[in-house]
């Protein structure tokens, strides 16, 4: 059997089995941290705290599901970084020097999406947009957090790309996707030939589009996308079973 992250322990420990137990202020509660909501001025959330106790802030404009996952990200500071001086930033990208929110990002999708429930849940469904946003509703997260999540532990094989509105590109592969292949940042998720405002939602390519690597000659894969809340624009590219 595998040993359990320490949030799905915690999870374990209170007792909860079904997504809608998971309640991220009573689990605040349950080791010491008490959480508020304010207006913030930078972040979407922070956390002081001292020996055994902490207040976590977080913003109260912000939508239901991202303080969510705010209160479950600070939780992951609080269990991995305890006395360390720490202000969150945004961890996507690849910059290594995000490690801490990396940490505390791994923590929250595990608490919020943990693979005890997820895994039996999805059973054998194929990774898809709708599955994505299934996860979203039942799990009470945004349709980014479930997509990572995800892509951790779907046996399927795919990739997300994640264009940001400022530009910046950077993607998430799952397990199951062969090794040699590689994908390429460098071309358009969208469809060929279409136009920006005329793009379908679900296409189809050669692998070669989006790949780089050995054995793609006669494999097409299956491209969707879709916006997240937060500005981003999702593609799921599937390689179909
Ligand atoms: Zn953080």
Same mark, same amino acid.
Request: aromatic content about 6%; some cysteine.
């Given at each position: ?58 913003? #109260?404009?912000?939508? =239901?599901?991202? @303080?969510?996952?705010?209160? $479950?990200?600070? +939780?992951?500071?609080?269990?991995? %970084?305890? &006395? ?48 994505? #946003?299934?996860?979203? =509703?039942?799990? @009470?997260?945004?349709?980014? $957090?479930?997509? +990572?999540?995800?892509?951790?532990? %779907?046996? &399927? ?63 097409? +894969?299956?491209?969707?996308?879709? %916006? ?14």
């Amino acid at each position: 059997m595998t040993s359990l992250s320490p949030a799905e322990r915690l999870l374990q420990d209170l007792g909860i089995t079904e997504p809608d137990e998971i309640d991220v202020e009573v689990i605040a509660w349950s080791v010491g941290a008490w959480v508020r909501y304010r207006a913030l001025p930078q972040g979407d959330a922070r956390i002081v705290g001292m020996v055994d106790r902490a207040i976590i802030t977080v913003d #109260d404009r912000a939508s =239901r599901v991202r @303080q969510r996952f705010s209160v $479950a990200h600070e +939780l992951g500071h609080w269990h991995h %970084h305890r &006395g360390q001086r720490l202000i969150c930033h945004d961890a996507s990208g690849n910059a290594p020097d995000h490690t801490c929110e990396r940490d505390a990002d791994r923590y929250a999708a595990e608490l919020l999406m943990p693979c005890s429930m997820l895994v039996p849940w999805m059973a054998e469904a194929p990774m898809s947009v709708a599955l994505m #946003d299934s996860v979203a =509703r039942l799990f @009470q997260v945004s349709r980014l $957090a479930a997509a +990572l999540r995800l892509a951790d532990i %779907h046996a &399927g094989r795919f990739a997300l790309i994640v264009d940001e509105p400022d530009g910046r590109r950077w993607f998430k592969r799952s397990p199951a996707l062969p090794r040699g292949w590689h994908l390429r940042l460098d071309v358009s998720t969208g469809k060929e030939g279409s136009e920006p405002v005329s793009q379908p939602k679900q296409w189809s390519v050669p692998a070669q589009r989006h790949f780089r690597g050995r054995n793609l000659s006669g494999i097409r +894969l299956h491209c969707e996308t879709l %916006h997240a809340a937060s500005g981003q624009r999702l593609t799921l590219i599937t390689v179909p079973v």
